[in-house]
T-cell receptor, first 114, second 116 residues
């Protein structure tokens, strides 16, 4: 069965510091992996995705994520956090074959302090 | 601008009433989805539609119903059979269903439903 784990309910960082939001997954076969961001009372916005190729994926707003097959992880990173990055972040996974469903993690709330 | 719209933004329902949440997209996407979001639980799939005049139950379909009479519209009805309907409801679409080319989901702004 597919699953996604975001082990941290909340991440706190100071503005200007690097940030990491963790995600691990379980899926049969190769995965499609996604990160989405949600601002208060809004829908989710796509940040980036990994389909195949380079393990380091660059996305919107300076975010990037690294696909690590051996650790089944897809951590979201940014070299220098902004206060405006404060939001709820969701990791999602879909198996390349054998199913259509995208599974979302429970979300990690990021607080960036000025 | 292309995108997904949901209405209303806030909806209040009395117990025993059915309510319908609107979802419209002008992205020309084939597939559409309804999710429910509760605090700390991520998104749970209610219903999905691969194409016009077709829809399938997701993980938590009980107490909900949908229709897909037009490509751009996928309304969700929350019936009185849904025991705990207070939640944030999100509609989404993808270019196609289970496609290899892109699985990026485009989300509407959501509807917050509160049962009084």
């Amino acid at each position: 069965a597919q699953s996604v784990a975001q082990p941290e309910d909340q991440v706190n960082v100071a503005e200007g510091n690097p940030l990491t939001v963790k995600c691990t997954y379980s899926v049969s076969g190769n995965p499609y992996l996604f990160w989405y961001v949600q601002y208060p009372n809004r829908g989710l916005q796509f940040l980036l995705k990994y389909i195949t190729g380079d393990n380091l994926v660059k996305g919107s707003y300076g975010f990037e994520a690294e696909f690590n097959k051996s650790q089944t992880s897809f951590h979201l990173k940014k070299p220098s956090a902004l206060v405006s990055d404060s939001a709820l972040y969701f990791c999602a996974v879909r198996a390349v074959t054998g199913g259509f469903k995208t599974i979302f993690g429970a979300g990690t709330r990021l607080f960036v302090k000025a | 601008d292309g995108g997904i719209t949901q209405s209303p933004k806030y909806l209040f329902r009395k117990e025993g009433q059915n309510v319908t949440l609107s979802c419209e997209q002008n992205l020309n996407h084939d597939a559409m989805y309804w999710y429910r979001q509760d605090p700390g639980q991520g998104l749970r799939l209610i219903y999905y539609s691969q194409i016009v005049n077709d829809f399938q139950k997701g993980d938590i379909a009980e107490g909900y119903s949908v229709s897909r009479e037009k490509k751009e519209s996928f309304p969700l009805t929350v019936t009185s059979a849904q025991k705990n309907p207070t939640a944030f409801y999100l509609c989404a679409s993808t270019v196609d269903f289970g496609g290899r080319t892109t699985d990026t989901q485009y989300f509407g702004p959501g509807t917050r439903l509160t049962v009084l």
